[in-house]
């Protein structure tokens, strides 16, 4: 990178359960329909949409990078602003040394060394961001609250960080940017001081509290690599990670609340210091108020000092945290992002995609195993004050999230698909019943939003709300596809293919698709891709993961449909997709129109092909209480199916379920269910430790010894 930068502002802105063998079937030949033509639920206000980061971003990389001219007047029609954005991110994916070039002098990332490059080796897996870099992401967390000479930089010392609800509490409980730096120093210090040095791991069994984002940032501004565990995680489940990185320190609580009820972890954490050698530090954090166990720190005093933070300047590729995989093939995969990646990555996704900045209060609900906690951190990358909550979504009642929003004075929720539905059929009326006047924006993933769940929010939610369904992962720890504040809102569609995300969707012989399904790919490598991982040292499983099928190509095993007006269908796992006749189908697109109906909870489709050549694809449902899977229900899911998708989409069999597996983030299970069903022993068909319920998966191994019996 020759020359100098040009000036740029900074813009830190009880169910019945049937037996397998009491089946309801029903067959039918199949015919393709075609779905009704999409006309926009939400449109910007023009002003508003001109008002974006994203529009004043490109008209100051339009001047000084090379972006594509665009005025900052509003878009007279959707088709100008999807052209507008478009060309954006043409730009974006076309030249990605100027465009990331672009995002480090717009929001002003700090390099203490120069980049020899921006992009030095394209080439996937191993590609090469910013060679010679030298940053840390934790300085950039904490910047918005830092002292300085100008009155700008230390606004926000006293105006909140983190505001923290729990079930317990009615207030938010309010972290300043102030006593956050503070408290991170402290940390640090303490850390330094135990010998905790660039590169050692630190692990966490933790919730979603304050205290897991002082870990974090104390982690990284030592260099040290942190990862984290959810306190729901079992024993099994948490050592399955921590042991394969051999973590130096632990920070544990002594239990959570959840539910309305007290879970004691003590045990657990009892066991995790048993089998984790490594460890030479347990920090006790003691939720419940159990005294700290034998030779464990305690929080408070850690975090008693009045230190500043002190940055350590790692290269830009430094491993920042691990994530993991859900595990159910198998040990989780053990996935490395580096400091400098996931910074720039989520300053652009967190600025420009939800166009955050230090006016917004950002709320995601999500536990610390998930990576939309690391996302949610992102929003301090900003200077917006992000809400932690530890507790159920449903507890005391279905609306419980909607209330933290209205209570913490949320601008942007983020939630679920799965909330979202549970929601509509809990009949709320959020909108009404609550003062939800400062959300702006309604952010879902997890998995894709039906219909109805665009449908439910813009009638019983808000009018005039941004939903912005995004897709992504944990390989990424960002978003592929997403929200864009100056598009219109169409109904089961994500607005377009994010910034400097070349996303296609691909056919078997790698052709690109449009207005087909097809494997979502990324052909041009994105920051915050894995640097690899964790033992892994020859990259193969890393490569075996993305790579395997299109060399060269990041292969992400969604089904996408990329339409021609530039929005994003997700089907859902492209290894688990449906496939009769050669017609390929997501079974999300099934579980929309089924769980639609008032009697069905939950829904599993699996499609197995058979050893002499047929396809069976029978359809688990999990019922309300007091439903029953008569004629009448089996009738009326098979026409709503038909109706709505397409005779192709009626399943060969009904089955009741008392329930169904999920892994530990909540995720249904498909591919092991797909695996059982087809002999694979439970042991090698899924991790159990991954599992949320291992009774609901033996009832699959039954049912396949049932059909196997059946058939002599």
Known sequence: MAGSAPTAP??????????????????????VSTPPQNQPLWRPNPARAAGTGIVAFQAWAAEHHGAPAAPLAPAADDDQAAARYAA????????????????????????????????????????????????????????????????????????????HLDETTDEPVVLTWAELRRQVGSLAAALRA??????????????????????????????????????????????????????VVLFAVDGYHYGGKDHDRTEVVAELRRELPSLRTVVHVPLLGAPAP???????????????????????????????????????????QSQGGILVEHLKQAGLHLDLGPADRFLWYTSTGWMMWNFLLAGLLVGSTIVTYDGSPGHPDTGALWSVAARTGATVLGTSAAYVIASRKADLHPGRDLDLSAVRCIGTTG????????????????????LASVSGGTDVCSCFVGGVPTLPVHLGEIQAPCLGAAVESWDVNGRPLTDEVGEL???????????????????????????????????????????????????????????????????????????????????????????DGGYWMPLFVVLTPGAELDDDLIGRIRTSLRTELSPRHVPDEVIAVRGLPHTLTGKRIEVPVKRLLSGTPLDQAVNPGSVDNLDHLRWFEQLRRDRAAAAQ
């Open 521 to 611: 790919v990324v052909t041009k490598p994105i920051p915050s891709m894995p640097t690899g991982f964790w033992n892994d040292p020859e990259g193969t499983r890393y490569h075996d993961s993305y790579f395997d099928m299109y060399p060269g190509v990041w292969r992400h095993g969604d089904w996408i449909t990329v339409t021609s007006r530039g929005t994003v269908v997700i089907h859902g796992r492209s290894d688990s997709t449906l496939n009769r006749q050669g017609v390929r189908m997501g079974s999300s697109d099934i579980y929309e129109v089924v769980e639609r109906l008032p009697e069905i909870a939950e829904s599993l489709v699996i499609g197995l092909e058979e050893p």
């Open 10 to 31: 900074n813009r830190t802105r009880a169910l019945p359960q049937a037996s397998p063998s009491a089946l309801i079937t029903g067959r039918e030949t199949t015919t």
């Open 88 to 163: 954006l991110h043409a730009w974006s994916v076309e030249d990605l040394d100027r465009f990331w070039t672009a995002v480090t002098q717009w929001y002003d990332v700090r390099f203490t060394e120069a980049p020899d490059a921006v992009l030095a080796d394209p080439a996937m897996p191993g590609a090469r961001w910013f060679p010679g870099a030298r940053l840390n992401y934790a300085e950039h967390a904490l910047r918005a609250g830092e002292d300085g000479p100008d009155a700008e930089k230390g606004a926000n010392a006293d105006r909140p960080a983190i505001l």
């Open 194 to 247: 135990r010998g905790v040095r660039p590169g050692d791991r630190v692990g966490a069994y933790l919730p979603n509290i304050p205290q897991a984002a002082v870990a974090l940032l104390a982690t990284a501004a030592v260099g040290a690599v942190w990862t984290s565990c959810a306190p729901d995680f079992g024993a099994r489940s948490v050592l399955d990670r921590l042991q394969q990185i051999e973590p």
């Open 294 to 336: 034998e030779g464990a720190l305690t929080w408070d005093d850690l975090v008693a000092a009045d230190t500043a933070p002190v940055f350590e300047q790692v290269p830009f590729d430094h491993p920042l945290w691990v994530l993991y995989s859900s595990g159910t093939t198998g040990l989780p995969k053990a996935i490395v």
């Open 447 to 466: 998995s894709p939003l039906p219909p109805d769940g665009f449908r439910w929010i813009y009638d019983e939610v808000k009018e005039d709300v941004w």
